[in-house]
């Protein structure tokens, strides 16, 4: 081992080790160490043609990912808007599968494979049984998947991979639609920190928000095209409010949602 290099296995914690410039806690030892040998290993088995921002963004984390594969994904997960864009326009190159229709399954035990039980989960037909186009396409966006999770065949293998069934930015993208409250730091960056609706600055307490609810695009917009229905969980229909306004907004919401099965059912206000 060249002078002054430390194995990840020759510190423990606790342990201070002497650096260049002074102490070195045992972390920062350890991770030092980790991440020459996944340097090491990543150039290892990197393959001749791979994403450049992709290995620039691998190259500068804290802990850098071993392997193409962890690469790709860390890369996504950190720009989930991105991903967030580009799930929603291959859905728009795939288009929705001929006779579909976004249907709910209902009762659990009884619901079609595939089928979502809310209209809260994003419509997702190629994830139902009847219109999955089996292994090799992703089963969100429903185009080719090829190596590492990419969704082009930067290496020309000319057919995808047939271990594969999401694309790593699709991947990221679901659980942005699924749970954009996980995401709310990235939110109110975007944002500038201002509430979308105020224009205030965005407290701590601040919450996640879909503009147009998910029960008036299930009552109003379900005919929409398949690709343009992905729109409302995505980030053109997300934003940050204050919880004060956000609890007036669901308030309202909840009123409104009342009085249209009092219209339903016919009984009375």
């Not at 150039?43 to 963004?57: E, G, I, M, S, T």
């Not at 962890?70 to 864009?85: G, I, K, N, P």
């Not at 998947?145 to 991947?171: I, K, M, Q, T």
């Not at 929409?224 to 053109?236: D, I, K, S, T």
Request: aromatic share 8%; with cysteine.
């Amino acid at each position: 081992m060249a002078d002054g290099a430390v194995a990840a296995g020759d510190v423990e914690a606790g342990d201070v080790v002497a650096g260049d410039s002074g102490p070195v806690s045992a972390a920062s030892a350890w991770r030092e160490a980790r991440n020459v040998a996944a340097r090491a290993r990543l150039a290892r088995v990197l393959p001749a043609v791979f994403p450049a921002p992709v290995l620039r963004h691998a190259l500068s984390r804290p802990l850098v990912p071993p392997t193409p594969r962890l690469a790709v994904e860390s890369y996504w997960r950190t720009h989930v808007l991105r991903a967030d864009h580009l799930a929603r326009t291959l859905a728009a190159r795939s288009g929705p599968p001929e006779g579909w229709t976004w249907r709910l399954g209902g009762v659990p035990a009884e619901a079609p494979e595939g089928l979502a039980l809310s209209f809260r989960a994003p419509p997702s037909p190629y994830r139902e049984a009847a219109h999955a186009r089996g292994r090799g396409a992703c089963c969100v966006c429903g185009q080719p998947v090829y190596r590492f999770g990419w969704h082009r065949d930067l290496w020309g293998a000319g057919s995808p991979n047939r271990n594969a069934s999401w694309h790593a930015a699709c991947v990221a993208a679901w659980k942005l639609w699924n749970a954009p409250a996980d995401h709310v730091k990235l939110l109110k960056k975007r944002q500038r920190h201002r509430c979308a609706q105020s224009g205030k600055r965005l407290l701590r307490t601040a919450e996640v928000d879909h503009r147009v609810p998910l029960y008036r695009v299930w009552r109003e917009h379900r005919a929409a095209p398949w690709p343009v229905l992905l729109g409302y969980w995505g980030l053109p229909n997300l934003q940050v409010v204050n919880r004060t306004i956000h609890a007036d907004k669901c308030a309202a919401e909840a009123g409104e949602r009342a009085s249209a099965r009092r219209q339903i059912t016919g009984e009375p206000g």
